[in-house]
Nanobody, 112 residues
């Protein structure tokens, strides 16, 4: 059973930073970050393209950075200059042999 486990969420003041981690129990072809707030659809935050470049949602570009450990077992999301609108449950998604796997999510709350 492939599992993805996110960590690093929490409460942070506006302008602060957090670093999320997602560890997979098996090597993934690709790992992306999504987020979801109650009543809204899950949205893509950051991902690696097939060519290995990175793409970001317009709302986080310049503030968030996705990275990986190279072995495709762990992906990180460095989040800087956080805003209240970044408050959400953050999920990582892994793709392995054409199948998608999701973590359980980690709550990020940006509030003073």
């Amino acid at each position: 059973q492939v599992q993805l486990v996110e960590s690093g969420g929490g409460l942070v003041q506006p302008g602060g930073s957090l670093r999320l981690s997602c560890a997979a129990s098996a090597s993934m072809w690709r790992m992306d970050w999504y987020r979801q707030v109650p009543g809204k659809e899950r949205e893509l935050v950051a991902r690696f393209t097939d060519s290995g470049n990175t793409e970001y949602a317009a709302s986080v570009k310049g503030r968030f950075t996705i990275s990986t450990d190279g072995a495709k077992n762990t992906v990180y999301l460095q989040m800087n200059s956080l805003k209240p609108d970044d408050t959400a449950v953050y999920y990582c998604k892994g793709i392995r042999y054409g199948r998608a796997y999701w973590g359980q999510g980690t709550q990020v709350t940006v509030s003073s």
